[in-house]
C-alpha cells in the first residue's frame, strides 16, 4: 500500500534517477493529514505584485514583487482547514482554503483562496514544469459550483489550471508530472473523476500554460473516501510510465505517451493498494 505522509510533510519534485528508480513518483502515496507544520506568515505588500495576486482573486501577503519572484520555492503546505465544500471525496468534508509556500530566504507566502474555491488535495507538489531549475507547485483546486481543476502556481500567484470539470461534487486525482514522451517538456497526467468517467488525460506546460495532448478512457486511481491516491510515475529504465488501475480495479495498469497517443497495458493483477508497490518499485 502506498506510503502515507508524516504531518508536515511536502510532496517533493520528480524522484528522477536513473533506472530501476521510480522517477516522478512525487504524487504517490500523498495521504490526507499533510498538516502543515508552520503557520507563520508575512504581511508586508509591493503593490505590484498584489496587483498581480488579485487578478487572480487570490489574496496575497507578501513582500516586495521584486524580493519575492527572484526566490525559489522550497516547500509548501496547504492552511485554513475549511468545511465549506462538503465533498468528502477523500473521507472527510475538511478541505483547505489557503496555499503556503516557503521561500529560498526561508519566507513564506500565503495565498488564500475567495470562500468559492477550496484546495481539494492532500498535499501540494513541488515540480520544476519549465527546466529552470525551480520548481513550480500543482495543486487540485476545486470550484465549489464547477468542481476541480489542476492549477499551477508559483510566486506570482496561479500561473496556469485545466477548465473545471464543469459541476459540483466532480474530482480528479493526480498521476504525476514528468517528460512523458521524451520531447523536453514536461507533461502533466491526472484521471478525471476516478469513480466515474475514469478518464486520464494528459496535459503538457509551455510557456506558463497548460495545453492538452491526449486523453484515454477506463483508467482509475483511487476510490471514493480514500485518503490517498495509488500509482504515480515510474521509468524503470525505458522511459516513463502512469501507473494507475484498470476501471473495474482488476489490473495495475502502465501507460505510455508514444506518438500515436496513449498505450497502456497491464503489468499485475489488482488485489488491495498494496498491489502497486511492487509495480512502483519495477519489480513487477
Ligand atoms: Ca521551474
Ligand atoms: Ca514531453
Known sequence: MSERRAPGATAQGACGGGARR???????????RAWPAAGVLLAVCGAGHAQAIHAQAIQAQTIQAH????LTITGATYDAPTTRYAHAVLGDAVEWGALVLTLSDGLQL???????????????????LDGDGAPEVIVIETDRTLGASLAIYDTTGKIAATPYIGRTNRWLAPVGAGDLDGDGLVE????????????LRIWRYVDRALVPVADLTGLTNHKIGWDFIVGG????????????????????MATRLTPSGPVTRPVAAYTDPSSFDDVMACAQ
Request: glycine share 6%.
Open 110 to 128: 500565503r495565498l488564500t483562496l475567495p470562500e468559492a474555491r477550496v484546495f481539494e488535495d492532500l498535499a501540494p507538489r513541488l515540480a520544476d
Open 233 to 252: 510515475l515510474r521509468d524503470c529504465g525505458t522511459g516513463a510510465e502512469m501507473i494507475t488501475a484498470d476501471a473495474d480495479w482488476r489490473s495495475v
Open 188 to 199: 502533466l497526467a491526472y484521471i478525471d473523476r476516478p469513480h466515474l468517467a475514469k478518464t
Open 22 to 32: 521510480p522517477a516522478g513518483c512525487l504524487w504517490q502515496g500523498l495521504s490526507r
Open 67 to 70: 524580493t519575492i519572484q527572484a
